[in-house]
């Protein structure tokens, strides 16, 4: 267990200047949008289109879609070093978008260090009994189905993990990623910049 939660230190280095950006693509749709309960199933896929925000010029070893964000961007160093820590993370191509507001902002035309898309490409289900996830809705025309979004107080079961440094929780969807101890350690080890961890819950038997 996290002794010390890390949400502090999370804060603080948000406050500490490093570039974030916004996600302005790029959007493909699976299918039509339904017109029974509205759902447009839609999701991301490469290139990710990054737009710098007002922020500072400075490019951290990851960035953020945001001052919290989930999605993320890295130097090839961290890609190297995920790949060859055997994380479960793909790395696609990304492409930068002209800045609304060019103030504090990453320069364009982008010159800075070549950046690809970090996404984790494992999923494990929790524990939705004890982690407090319920099924939402479900829509009987297209067939999507939400449920209470966690990030914290999460409880997965030992024979549902099956060693990933990295994973998204399915009832999640798309968002959020998290690793266990031994990625977090592996992670701060290296020693790269502009992450931090906060404690999620705990892997059980
Ligand atoms: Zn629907």
């Known amino acids: 267990m996290y002794e010390n939660p890390t949400t502090e ?7 500490v200047a490093y570039a974030h950006f916004s996600v302005v693509g790029t959007w493909a ?3 039509e949008p339904c017109n029974v309960c509205g759902y447009y199933w839609q999701e ?4 990710l289109l990054v737009q710098w925000e007002p922020s500072t010029h400075v490019i951290g070893d990851f960035s953020w879609d945001g001052p919290f964000g989930d999605k993320f961007v ?3 160093h961290v890609s ?20 609304e507001r060019k103030r504090n902002t990453v320069p364009f035309p982008y010159e800075g260090p070549h950046l690809l898309w970090g996404q984790c490409s494992a999923i494990v289900d929790l524990d939705m009994e004890a982690s407090g996830v319920e099924l939402l809705s ?5 067939g999507d189905v939400r449920y209470t979004f966690r990030k914290d107080g999460i409880t997965i079961r030992n024979r549902k993990w099956n060693g990933q440094k990295m994973f998204r929780i399915s009832t999640n969807g798309p968002a959020l990623t998290f ?6 350690r592996m992670i701060e080890e290296a020693g790269f910049s502009n992450i931090a961890f906060s404690e999620a819950g705990e892997i059980v038997n």
């Open 80 to 99: 190297d070093a995920l790949n060859a820590m055997q994380f479960e993370c793909g790395f696609l191509p990304v492409e930068y978008v002209e800045p």
């Open 74 to 76: 890295v130097k090839n």
């Open 179 to 184: 690793v266990p101890e031994d990625g977090r």
């Open 138 to 142: 479900s829509c009987s025309a297209c």
């Open 9 to 15: 230190r999370l804060a603080a280095m948000k406050t």
């Open 44 to 47: 991301i896929v490469p290139p």
């Open 29 to 31: 749709y699976r299918r």
